[in-house]
Nanobody, 127 residues
Framework: QVQLVESGGGLVHTGGSLRLSCAGT????????IGWFRQAPGKEREFVAA????????YYADSVKGRFTISRDNAKNTVYLQMSSLKPEDTANYVC????????????????????WGQGTQVTVSS
């Protein structure tokens, strides 16, 4: 069992930056691929970014490519999402998810591929 706790959200102006963290507790000695998703009010959840257990493979949604960077520190059981050049359309609740994997280079982009989910952290970008 893994518990995920997100932090780092807040209110920023357009063009600003935030760094989100996803800290894992519990059985974190296993290998987990991590994904970030977001959901705005009245909209469906959407994929944002994903990273493999090794950290060597990453993938981004087109809407955030070039502005967001996903990374991880396995020694700290934490995955980060560095967000820059934020836009009002980035406003959403950001949630991280984990999936156990035996393949170091795999990442997953579908929500249904993930087993564990955090509660999320709110990001609001004002215009």
């Amino acid at each position: 069992q893994v518990q995920l706790v997100e932090s780092g959200g807040g209110l920023v102006h357009t063009g600003g930056s935030l760094r989100l963290s996803c800290a894992g507790t519990g059985r974190t000695s296993n290998n987990y691929a991590i994904g970030w998703f977001r959901q705005a009010p009245g909209k469906e959840r959407e994929f944002v970014a994903a990273i493999s257990w090794s950290g060597g493979s990453t993938y981004y949604a087109d809407s955030v490519k070039g502005r967001f960077t996903i990374s991880r520190d396995n020694a700290k059981n934490t995955v980060y999402l560095q967000m820059s050049s934020l836009k009002p359309e980035d406003t959403a609740n950001y949630v991280c998810a984990a999936r156990l994997t035996s393949i170091r280079t795999f990442y997953y982009v579908r929500g249904g591929d993930y087993t564990y989910w955090g509660q999320g952290t709110q990001v609001t970008v004002s215009s």
